[in-house]
């Protein structure tokens, strides 16, 4: 005869063992690592929740740009009309003014460029400074908004430059998050500090710059969430249609295909074909020179015309980059890059050829950090 009283001893003996060994269990953890908990508790309410994802990312991005864009109309304001008029430096004019100092500001020097492309397409010039020097992947975009709504020339160029700045504080946020998930406050950090960094003032002009951000953050999240490869060559394609120096991120992008591949062998096949998809922009651009001007590479010989010293054989040229020649000849009277014989009427503060090279060795000097810590990936390496 079955007797239920054993079995009911029984679930009462297994039921006490559970619980003790789940209050050791709990008492061991607490023991090990009593601050763990707390730890844990204090990131998950550092990092934002799922159903406030949209929300956080939108307020910090809002938080980054709105004040330091009225810093920068600000300081445009002050700077135009009170504080040095007289020394603006001449700038090409390719398109008529704006009525507005400040719109008008935001679309000087290269702005010009692609304000005319956008308006007037590419021309091309052997023997002077051209327009196919300027690439076409952001005049396409501002020919587009253009056409499809009633806003002047400048007014488009900066909205343009402006909503791909917006987007492109987004995808930092999204890709510090992805990088570096375990630490929470990392992410707006760095937006903060891509918002202060002095040269985020060409981001709000009438530039490629924010364009070219935006696809390289693009490619960089990407990368990090292992997207397909044809769509990461895609990106980087556009990249190449952007800026003449875009052709560098095809190194991270070839890294990023040989850490996928499970040998050298299928590496090496999947780089025949990302590899040409990944120029699909600079390719398609060497077309249309070679159709439009009889000559793919105009946008290399056009370059002439811009240098401030004429081109060194390659030995020198190598022995004067071993010399950061370059670097300190920019204060060095009587050189051929002398800071004041570019910027003339302007104090060595407000010299943007000076502040450059300052820029340039403080860059350098932080790639170093950052490799040296480990807080730059490979791909970020190779690209700075």
């Known amino acids: 005869m079955f007797d239920y009283r054993l079995l009911a ?37 550092m990092a934002p929740q799922p159903a406030s994802a949209c929300l956080w990312i939108v ?46 500001t935001l679309t000087l020097w290269d702005g010009q460029w692609y304000l005319e492309i956008a308006a007037r397409g590419y021309s091309y010039h052997s023997q002077r400074q051209s327009a196919v020097a300027f690439f076409p992947a952001y005049p396409v975009l501002v020919r587009a908004v253009l056409k499809l709504t009633p806003l002047s020339l400048q007014w488009a160029g900066l909205i343009v430059s402006h909503t791909l700045l917006l987007a492109a504080y987004t995808l930092l946020l999204l890709y510090a998050r992805q990088r570096f998930g375990q630490s929470p406050k990392v992410a707006p ?41 044809a769509g990461l060559a895609a990106i980087v394609g556009a990249i190449t249609a952007t800026r003449s120096v875009g052709v560098a991120m095809l190194l991270p992008l070839a890294m990023h295909v040989c850490e996928r591949s499970a040998s050298w ?88 050829h000076s502040a450059n090279c300052v820029a340039f060795v403080g860059a350098i000097a932080l790639l170093g950090v950052g490799g040296i810590k480990g807080w730059l990936s490979r791909g970020e390496l190779v690209l700075g």
């Open 189 to 229: 950090y760095a937006l903060a500090a891509l918002a202060v960094f002095p040269t985020g003032f060409f981001l709000r002009m009438a530039y490629s710059e924010s364009l070219f951000l935006v696809l390289c953050l693009a490619a960089f999240l990407g990368m990090e969430r292992r997207w397909p490869l």
């Open 265 to 352: 062998r299928q590496a090496a096949g999947r780089l025949l074909w990302v590899g040409p998809l990944a120029v699909w922009g600079l390719a398609a651009y060497m077309a249309y020179q070679g159709w439009a001007f009889g000559e793919p590479l105009a946008f290399v010989k056009t370059q002439q015309f811009w240098r401030m010293r004429p081109p060194l054989p390659a030995g020198e040229m190598l022995v004067t980059l071993a010399s950061w020649e370059p670097i300190w000849s920019v204060y060095l009277p009587g050189a051929p890059g002398y800071w004041a014989d570019i910027d003339p009427g302007i104090p060595l503060l407000l010299s943007y």
């Open 59 to 104: 307020g910090r991005t809002l938080a980054a740009y709105v004040p330091t864009l009225l810093l920068i109309l600000l300081g445009v304001k002050l700077g135009t009309g009170l504080l040095m008029p007289a020394a603006r430096p001449p700038s090409p004019r390719h398109v008529p003014p704006a009525d507005d100092v400040v719109l008008d």
């Open 9 to 45: 001893r029984k679930r009462r003996d297994t039921m006490a063992h559970q619980s003790l060994e789940t209050w050791k269990s709990a008492s061991k953890g607490s023991s090990m690592d009593p601050d763990g908990e707390k730890a844990a508790r204090h990131e998950d309410l």
